[in-house]
């Protein structure tokens, strides 16, 4: 079964590009599949990683940031995935 985290947070104003750099920065202590980052508008950074994983499986996340760097708390999501169409 593959399970991919999402882990999506939004910046503190004008701090886009600092958050990015810390989530790419951000080492886990075990290899995803794969992992991706992505950007949106309001400064939002989002990663999301896939495992060959139960779906209730203990899996490393990304941390939460420095309070100073985001605007909320983290959004956290577990999708199951159900494979191509």
Do not use: C, K
């Amino acid at each position: 079964m593959t399970v991919a985290l999402m882990w999506e947070a939004r910046a503190a104003e004008g701090r886009g590009e600092e958050l990015l750099a810390w989530a790419r920065a951000q080492e886990l202590p075990a290899r995803p599949v794969r992992r991706e980052n992505f950007r949106a508008p309001q400064d939002r950074v989002l990663v999301i990683t896939w495992w060959d994983a139960a779906y209730d499986a203990e899996l490393p996340e990304l941390p939460e940031p420095d309070g100073e760097l985001v605007m909320r708390a983290v959004h956290r999501w577990r999708f199951e995935s159900l494979g191509p169409d």
